[in-house]
């Protein structure tokens, strides 16, 4: 199944660094002029120089306002992929409002604020166009420690549905990817101790964790017209964790 996105232009967040830089960079082959947003303007500037064609725009999702600006300036979007993300892993009695504004900024606000400016260019442009959102299997399963990453993942995949509702009457399909253990550094920051993601792994009828390139297949997939029946979704990524 071969996918092309010529003469689309697409934007994704979080395309410093894990599995946002490997989406844009993907979308770049695919024939898509891409916009990488990110927060360390370093990460860009190495992206950037391994793909010569990618437009790096610098901007912190947990600034309202100032990446609101930024992203009214690019223009057409028709492929949106909501991918910045943070973990933090206070447990539930010891979490502070901090973390939880930290984590629902940038996990949640931040992709109403962007999805809000593109898709208002969408249906002005009567074009459609297709979002997702990345989530995590933790929208759905409680793990310990997860308390503000869990709740605004979960709060991904009911804003998703919502968006999917609204926007749908407009061509714009909106779904989410929700993947286990990805071997980023966030994943890796996360589950590097056995000890931690033994037992995890051991539930996964696969026994394996995810790569970068399935959540980009996955994410390829739901962005294109192979998709064009599938709207708010959540699409697993976890080897059948949630059969065992
Ligand atoms: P990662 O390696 O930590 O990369 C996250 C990217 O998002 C970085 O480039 C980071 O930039 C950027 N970012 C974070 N906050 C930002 C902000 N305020 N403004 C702009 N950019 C910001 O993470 P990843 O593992 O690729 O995760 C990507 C997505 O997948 C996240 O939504 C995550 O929740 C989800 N996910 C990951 C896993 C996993 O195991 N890795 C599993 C399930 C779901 P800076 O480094 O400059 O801050």
Known sequence: MEIAFHGKRALVTGAGKGIGREIARKLVECGAETFALSRTQA?????????????????????????????????????LVN?????????????????LDFTFDINVKAIV???????????????????????SIASTKALKYHTSYGASKGAVDMLTKVMCLELGPHKIRVNTVNPTVVWTEMGKAE??????????????????FVEIEDVVNATLFLLSDKSAMVNGTSMLLEGGLSCS
């Open 43 to 79: 990460d860009l500037d190495s992206l950037k120089s391994e793909v010569p064609s990618m437009n790096i725009v610098q901007a912190d999702l947990q600034d309202w306002d100032g990446s609101r600006k930024i992203v009214e300036q690019l223009g057409p979007i028709d492929l």
């Open 83 to 99: 991918n910045a993300g943070v973990a933090r892993n206070a447990s539930f009695l010891e979490v502070k409002k901090d973390e």
């Open 113 to 135: 604020n962007v999805s809000q400016v593109c898709a208002k260019g969408m249906i002005e442009r009567g074009q459609g166009g297709a979002i997702v959102n990345m989530s």
């Open 191 to 208: 589950w590097s101790d056995s000890a931690k993601s033994g037992p995890l792994l051991a539930r996964i009828p696969l026994n394996k």
